[in-house]
């Protein structure tokens, strides 16, 4: 049935496409005996568009529509300012609302949006906020200065920042204590605290970071015999969501003291904050270039003999840049001896090098144009600046970064000599551009025997970087700390004379293209994957907290975890979590997937 059914539909489909003519054959005899020619056939009407051409032209509309939607969508969708991309001006950037704050960490590799920041002015203020964020569920991630490579202070949700807090509350000379409130600045700090003669022990490479946000977070300087920055904290003052306001120190609730001195943001609010801090005084800095194998005869008195120590390697070259800093009176007074080059001799390996490669990448074919074409005075750029200037002509070119290395050696050979001046002027470094960085914390044996793996880390580390052609840009830097009693401290150790190397690689950001600032960044996780692979379990490694990144694989999400747990009180930090802030309001996104709280046992 259904065959004839389908012959029939077919026959009548012919029958439509072929009628039958109105006229006889082509010649007719006429009754006259004349051969006539019928009049030609009217024109077939004009034919319909079949369905497939009018599905076609439906689903074109659709598209054109999406499209356009979506371009609609693109270009009114507000973004930062910086946002270079946008080139097109179809519309206009649609405002952010007044209340939204954009909070980007220094680097600009992290930012969020919130209208939730929260600025407390006083300790009954705080009190009051936390409070009510527990009451009614709302997260309050605590957030300092945001200096933190990894954004780890930020949260969408919502926000408390103690920057109108930062006061110096009290200052006890005679035991070169201070007590401050936890907003306050390093620098801030220091600067207030020179006139009773007292500084801080020791510092991090910027001044610019909150007291509260430094010691959460595991920070440190440089110094075999100097403990990380938390280890100067004696007291403090926490506000916690389920228990309000507590007082700790060594003597009372000594285990959630030790806890909470590195305690990520997540146990309380920090609110005040008492400091051990020591004479202040000058230091003599002396800057010296070496070679690692030089390096490796004197390891052992290089630690033991100087009060700060740094190494600054060079990748692609065999130059190690160490820089000492003692005090003043080791040396019987300041050293006299005068610079060798002037600061123009200095720069001229990379001025010159700069002068060669910017005419080099502007006759090549436009897709290798230089990010900015405007040329800079470079006779009026900083060593740091002018080393932007150089790697942003080619951020990913292993050979290029090579010469501008090469170039930096020079730099640093003709800038040995002595520099005199207070702990807090001399302990800075100018850490250049923004940039991602990846630093790690490992046992190093002690100062009576060091172990001398961390000379083989930086060796396999070198190795690495030329095996994989990595673009890797100068320095990668080698500090040292003494041990923490923190718990949570990667130089964690119950040993007193334990000593720990930290190790810090990374890749700048010097441009505000977003299309290279994410090639560069797909780089340098590439870089930083190949040393976790190679270098990390082997040495027993573990990543600076401020440094940390969130793995996106699931499973690498899970073998960070469970390795974090092999390192770290993990179940002692979570149930110090649920019984001071059961709702979670102080957490965020990277603190909740690096300490899950369902696998807590």
Known sequence: MLRSLLLRRSSNARSLRTPTSPFPPLRTLCTSGQTLT????????????????????????????????????????????????????????????????????????????????????????????????????????????????????????????????????????????VRVQAGIRVQQLVDAIQEYGLTLQNFASIREQQIGGIIQVGAHGTGARLPPIDEQVIGMKLVTPAKGTIELSKDKDPELFHLARCGLGGLGVVAEVTLQCVERQELVEHTYVSTLEEIKKNHKKLLSTNKHVKYLYIPYTDTVVVVTCNPVSKWSGAPKDKPKYTTDEALKHLRDLYRESIVKYRVQDSSKKTPDRREPDINELSFTELRDKLIALDPLNDVHVGKVNQAEAEFWKKSEGYRVGWSDEILGFDCGGQQWVSETCFPAGTLAKPSMKDLEYIEQLKELIEKEAIPAPSPIEQRWTGRSKSPMSPAFSTAEDDIFSWVGIIMYLPTADPRQRKDITDEFFHYRHLTQAKLWDQYSAYEHWAKIEIPKDKEELEALQERL??????????????????????????????FPVSKTA
């Open 565 to 594: 747990r092999k390192r770290f009180p993990v179940d002692a930090y979570n149930k110090a979590r649920r019984e001071l802030d059961p709702n979670r309001i102080l957490s965020n996104n990277m603190v909740e997937k690096l």
């Open 38 to 177: 019928p009049p030609p056939p009217p024109p077939p009407p004009p034919i319909s568009s079949s369905a497939s051409e009018k599905e076609f032209r439906k689903y074109a509309g659709y598209a054109a529509l999406a499209l356009f939607s979506g371009a609609a969508t693109y270009f009114s969708f507000p973004f930062p300012e910086n946002a270079k991309h946008k080139k097109a001006q179809i519309f206009r950037y649609a405002p952010l609302p007044e209340d939204l704050h954009t909070v980007s960490n220094w680097s600009g590799t992290h930012e969020v949006q919130t209208r939730n920041f929260n600025q407390p002015e006083t300790l009954a203020d705080l009190e009051a906020l936390v409070k009510e964020a527990h009451e009614k569920k709302n997260r309050i991630r605590p957030v300092g200065s945001g200096l933190s490579p990894n954004g780890i202070g930020l949260s969408r949700s919502g926000m408390v920042n103690l920057s109108l807090m930062d006061k110096v509350l009290e200052v006890d000379k005679e035991k070169k204590r």
